[in-house]
């Protein structure tokens, strides 16, 4: 299953290094646990995610992410099976999309389609490296 979702950062957590290091790296251990995958993106404010797994480890992470005070808003774009993993060589990576096309003259993450919002993640996941 794969969940896609978008969010607005609270105060500190839409502009900090430091917590969105704190973000992937709880959340890249929690991943690794529960056997899901995912990409994180943060632009302008705003969190696009994607994560991959068994729904009911999906539905779990969704309930602890709508707890979450470091954002709000949280938006399913897309919910459902997916045929493979697009994401599978990461626990939970960092997706710099803000060189994207699809975000070309100020368009915003909350403003994408599913479709639109998946394929820049998977675009931006071709320059993430992958560990050893
Ligand atoms: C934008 C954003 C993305 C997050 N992504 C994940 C994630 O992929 N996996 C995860 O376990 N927690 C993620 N979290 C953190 C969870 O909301 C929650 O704080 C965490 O899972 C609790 O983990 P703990 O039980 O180890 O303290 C994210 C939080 C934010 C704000």
Redesign the pocket.
Known sequence: MRALYV?A?VGD?GRSLATLAE?LG??????RR?H?S?V?A?HEGL?L?A?EGARIDLDR?LE??R??P??DDVRLLAYGPASERAFAAW??ALADVSSDPGLAKGRRLDELTPDDALAILKRAATRIPVAA
């Open positions: 969010s950062a957590a973000i709880q959340s890249d251990r929690n991943n529960d899901v995912g994180l943060r969190f995610q994560i992470l602890r992410l707890r979450d470091r954002h626990g939970l």
